[in-house]
Nanobody, 125 residues
Framework: QVQLVESGGGSVQAGGSMRLSCAVSGHTHGSFYLGWFRQVSGKEREGVAAIYRDGTSNYVEFVKGRFTISQDNAKNRLYLQMNSLQPDDTAMYYC???????????????????WGQGTQVTVSS
């Protein structure tokens, strides 16, 4: 079992920055990857960024150059640094963990086994 707890959400004006954090605990050995997803009410959850335990990362096109995913293995934390935020980035952001693949950082939600409760990010214009 893996437990995930997000923090760091809130409100920011367009053009601003925010860092999300996810505390990871439980069985994190072997093939293990982490990801950030977001969801707007009434829409499907979409992958934003993912990282494998060796540091391999992957981003959805519309956040490349603005968002950075990172992990601190010593502190068992996952981060998402978000810069140049826009109103379209407003969503509930979820931290997720998966174990189905090795040396990959997938952005498909169906290959993630564990999910946090989410943290709301609101960007105003």
């Amino acid at each position: 079992q893996v437990q995930l707890v997000e923090s760091g959400g809130g409100s920011v004006q367009a053009g601003g920055s925010m860092r999300l954090s996810c505390a990871v605990s439980g069985h994190t050995h072997g093939s293990f990857y982490l990801g950030w997803f977001r969801q707007v009410s009434g829409k499907e959850r979409e992958g934003v960024a993912a990282i494998y335990r060796d540091g391999t990362s992957n981003y959805v096109e519309f956040v490349k150059g603005r968002f950075t995913i990172s992990q601190d293995n010593a502190k068992n934390r996952l981060y998402l640094q978000m810069n140049s935020l826009q109103p379209d980035d407003t969503a509930m952001y979820y931290c997720a963990a998966g174990t189905s693949y090795s040396y990959q950082a997938p952005l498909r939600s169906d290959v993630y086994n564990y999910w946090g409760q989410g943290t709301q990010v609101t960007v105003s214009s």
